[in-house]
């Protein structure tokens, strides 16, 4: 057979490679021992690779393999203790997991072999819907960088919002120390509705996705009322299409009140509409022969100054004239 596909106990006790293999060869994950001379004679190997699960690797576990040259360890720690001679003369190189050199040094006491250390983590970045956007790797993570991924949205109205683990930086850089992976999120564009007004209050100002409704409602003051928006519109409620930052003001506008002032046998003014909290001066003045007696609350005074919190009538009494005459 040319691979093992179902060790007996996670061992590997013998393996035979037959004339035709030729090249390199992966330990499947889950192996844990080797035995002594499981590999003997296989020619044929010339690289060999060790999954992390490997705890164990007997002497001399390849006996009599002339042509390998290479091998790879996925383990961080060395999984025996290494004879000079565990591995025939022909291996040169070792690849060790980043940050391993002085431990797997010990371990191989061989200096004929050179050791370098080899980024052994699986990683990788995409997006969570292509039609969105895409996830590029624009530098692989080693031993001495960090992998460098760009998220880039290419539907339009859309923005790249943040990764899988909630970092939301782009470009990013990860330095990777275990099998990983990210997911680039993207979402609708947002767009910042401002609201607001003086004399009265406005809600549904906020954030919101491009394409969304904002509803807009004017309240105002005590004394005020809601005349129209900064750009001409005067519906209240008022619902807005989002296409992008806008700000719309609430135009409030003082409560008028309407001061009616009148009477019979004479003329009085001051009345009209008049804001709240203004004043309104009354003047009564009689007809020819007549004269102002007082207003009909029982207010003597004339000219008289109101203060206007509400519609209210004034009604200016006048009276006839008197003379004496005297005889003698």
Known sequence: CTGITQPLYNDIIFVYMPQSYNGAYSIPSGITTIAG??????????????????????????????????IYFNCSTPPFSMFSNT???????????????????????????????????????????????????????????????????????????????????????????????????????????????????????????????????????????FKKWSDGNTSNPRTVTVNGNATYTAIFEIDKHTISASGTNGTVSGGGSYDYGSTATLTATGDNHYHFKQWSDGNTSNPRTVTVSGNATYTAVFEIDQHTITVS
């Open 87 to 225: 591995f025939p003369n022909s291996v040169t190189t070792c690849y060790v997991p980043c940050g391993k050199t002085s431990d797997f040094q010990s371990a191989i006491n061989n200096n004929s072999i050179q050791i370098f250390e080899h980024y052994t983590y699986s990683f990788s970045a995409s997006s969570s819907d292509i039609s969105l956007g895409t996830v590029s790797v624009t530098q692989q993570p080693s031993c001495v960088q960090p992998a460098i991924i760009r998220a880039t949205a290419t539907a339009s109205h859309y923005r790249f919002a943040r990764w899988s683990d909630g970092n939301t930086s782009n470009p990013r850089n990860v330095t990777v120390t275990s099998d990983s992976s990210l997911i680039a999120i993207f979402e609708r564009d947002e767009y910042t509705i401002s609201a607001s007004g003086t004399y009265g209050t406005v809600s549904g100002g906020g954030t919101y996705n491009y394409g969304s409704t904002a509803t807009l409602t004017a309240s105002a003051d005590a004394h005020y009322h």
């Open 37 to 70: 001379n499981a590999f003997y004679n296989c020619k044929q190997l010339t690289d060999i690779t060790f999954p992390s699960s490997v705890s164990f690797i007997g002497y001399p576990a390849f006996n009599d393999c002339t042509n390998l040259t290479r």
